[in-house]
């Protein structure tokens, strides 16, 4: 059983506001990811670690930011969310090739 | 371009085998996944091939022919719980991750 936390699990929030979507993993991985889904389309790479103070974009554009502080904590924040950032946001991590994802966090913002 | 083609609905019987393609064309080759993801859940790791040929687990199997960009995802003793979407996903770079649009499969009884 992975053990990958995301919080909130859904949120709804007006245009303009700052968001942080939080996600932990207890298992010590150094990769860590993050996804965007929209309703029965393919997951997107938005960023990735692979270790402290390591952070890259994946290949979709955002304009969402990360950071990798701490080994187990991978935030991404919103600076001024806008109705086109409404999503899932699904974070993972990974030792090897297998990547485990955390439950999501389903945005709308309105 | 990154493409990742498979089909977008199957369906199949109870107790049945059912064959999931998937045809990708990548910059890069470093590994091809097969991912579980039930409606509004998280996706769940299923097999990974590197080399050429069959990798069984249980039920599910996965082949890949790198020369031809194809794989496919094999699931035998259907049973109730799989219906799900099906995702293959390729990682042209050691960095990267690219996933397909899924294939959602409803077993029928």
């Known amino acids: 059983e992975a053990d990958i936390y995301q919080t909130p699990r859904y949120l709804v929030i007006g245009t303009g506001k700052k968001i942080t979507l939080e996600c932990s993993q207890t298992m010590g991985h150094d990769k860590m990811y993050w996804y965007q889904q929209d309703p029965g389309m393919e997951l997107h790479l938005i960023h990735y670690s692979y270790g402290v103070n390591s952070t890259e974009k994946g290949d979709l554009s955002s304009e969402s930011t990360v950071s990798r502080i701490r080994t187990e904590h991978f935030p991404l924040t919103l600076e001024s969310a806008r109705p086109s950032h409404t999503s899932q946001y699904l974070c993972?991590?990974?030792?090897?090739?297998?990547?485990?994802f955390g439950p999501g966090t389903r945005l709308t913002v309105t | 371009g990154q493409n990742i083609d498979q089909p977008t609905e199957m369906t199949a019987t109870e107790g049945a085998i059912v064959q999931i393609n998937c045809t990708y064309q990548t910059s890069g080759f470093n590994g091809l996944f097969w991912y579980q993801q039930h409606a509004g859940e998280a996706p769940t790791f299923l097999s990974y091939?590197?080399?050429?040929g069959l990798e069984e687990k249980g039920r599910f199997s996965s082949f890949l022919s790198r020369s031809k960009g194809y794989s496919y995802l094999l699931l035998k003793e259907l049973q109730m719980k799989d219906s799900a979407s099906y995702l293959c996903a390729v990682r042209p770079a050691a960095k990267d991750m690219r996933f397909g649009a899924g294939t959602r499969l409803t077993v029928k009884p």
């Open positions: 993972a991590s990974s030792s090897g090739y297998e990547q485990y």
């Open positions: 091939n590197v080399l050429d």
